[in-house]
């Protein structure tokens, strides 16, 4: 049954929220509609994680978890209120015509959505990687990177300014090629659904995703103290662009690391980690080549 449930779990859980927000929606109250789905998932995800734990050690309290409800509180307002000024200013309206009618919006909606992944996952590929192949730019993104244990409370753990250029990234891409703003907020929707799931410490059977998804066992590699390891499956919702330039990694003779983290000295502090970024001296950090230097072969499921 465990066993069953376990290779259920990722498509069901992701299919049941993006039916409830799609329902929702329909209804005309995709706001409420995404509250519960959001919270809904992160609930269940909370018990499956004491009742079906992936890495045992991972339940333990790492003392982190005020300061990655603070990450996630923020990253969300700062979002919100980058939506209302969105909003306000009609930029979602002049996208599309600026864009001089490249996208399709005669395909159906779902097919809309789907492209705006592929589209979306460009800028987030790319923001990802740039974080770990960059100096300046791993501190803001060595927040994320600095917990011990992976869990679905440390889903949202990014430093505003990783956020912001993640997001920026996606976001500047979906406008460019005119993404209606529907196709937006449902990308948006899809990445909090997929993010819970990739992070969460649940025994999940994701054999057959591991080529098309972001997965907890792609992503558990991506958190390796190893930076051959750690400098793989950037993608945040989908696997293509790590197919495309050759980053996916996920060794089938090996269970990732349980010692996860950084070499990185991020404080434990809230405050400290906001600061920390401006006031650590450059150096090459997590930073190395990407894949290169990956001690097993990678491929398979
Ligand atoms: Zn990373």
Redesign the pocket.
């Known amino acids: 049954m465990r066993r069953v449930f376990s290779w259920i779990a990722w498509p069901g859980l992701l299919a049941l929220c993006i039916a409830g927000y799609a329902y929702g929606t329909a209804l005309g109250h995709p706001i409420l509609a995404y509250n519960i789905t959001y919270f809904g998932m992160a609930g269940v995800l909370l018990v499956l994680e004491r009742l079906m734990p992936y890495e045992t050690v991972w339940s333990r309290s790492d003392g982190q978890m005020r300061q990655d409800l603070s990450h996630t509180a923020l990253n969300k307002g700062i979002g919100q209120f980058l939506a209302s000024v969105a909003a306000v200013l009609g930029a979602s309206q002049v996208a599309p015509a600026a864009a001089g009618g490249v996208w399709p919006a005669h395909w159906p909606l779902a097919a809309q959505v789907v492209l705006g992944l592929v589209v979306a996952e460009f800028g987030l590929y790319w923001a990802?990687r740039l974080?770990?192949e960059i100096p300046w730019l791993w501190p803001y993104?060595a927040v994320?990177?600095s917990v011990t244990r992976l869990w679905v409370v440390n889903t949202g753990r990014f430093h505003f300014v990783d956020s912001l250029l993640s997001s920026g990234f996606a976001l500047a891409l979906g406008m460019l090629v005119g993404a209606p703003k529907d196709v937006i907020v449902w990308v948006l929707v899809i990445t909090t659904y997929i993010g819970f799931l990739t992070h969460c410490n649940v025994d999940m059977d994701c054999r057959g995703l591991n080529w098309l998804f972001n997965t907890p066992d792609l992503h558990r590699w991506?958190?390796s103290r190893i930076p051959a390891e750690?400098n793989t499956n950037?993608g945040e919702n989908l696997l293509l662009w790590d197919v495309i330039f050759r980053t996916r990694y996920l060794p089938l003779d090996r269970r990732p690391p349980v010692d996860i983290g950084t070499a990185d000295a991020v404080p434990l502090t809230f405050l400290g980690q906001l600061a920390y970024p401006f006031r650590r001296p450059l150096s090459p950090g997590q930073v190395v080549s990407p894949v290169l230097e990956a001690p097993a072969e990678a491929g398979g499921d």
């Open positions: 990802h974080c770990h993104h994320h990177h991506h958190h750690g950037y």
